[in-house]
Nanobody, 121 residues
């Protein structure tokens, strides 16, 4: 059983910042790409950001470009999502996932339970 543990969510006012973390305790995923997804109430899950195994390639949804930054620390088996200039429409449950490949564009095999992000206006 692969466990991904997200943290860092919470309640923040519009314009504020949060930093999400996703740790994979006991496992090494340094060779795999990782991603962040989100799902708001009544909406389908959507892609937010992804990062390749070595951090050299990243991808972002248009809605978060310029505001969110994905990064990783392979020594800590952790991926981060720095979220700045938050908007009420960013409110959602954010989940991290581990890809089946080292680069971007592969399917995601393992998922975390998610952390709630709520942005008030």
């Amino acid at each position: 059983q692969v466990q991904l543990v997200e943290s860092g969510g919470g309640l923040v006012q519009a314009g504020g910042s949060l930093r999400l973390s996703c740790a994979v305790p006991g496992r090494t995923f340094s060779g795999y790409a990782m991603g962040w997804f989100r799902q708001a109430p009544g909406k389908e899950r959507e892609f937010v950001a992804a990062i390749s195994w070595n951090g050299r390639s990243t991808s972002y949804a248009d809605s978060v470009k310029g505001r969110f930054t994905i990064s990783r620390d392979n020594a800590k088996n952790t991926v981060y999502l720095q979220m700045n200039s938050l908007k009420p429409e960013d409110t959602a449950v954010y989940r991290c996932a581990v890809s089946s490949g080292s680069g971007l564009g592969y399917r995601y095999d393992y998922w975390g339970q998610g952390t709630q992000v709520t942005v008030t206006s």
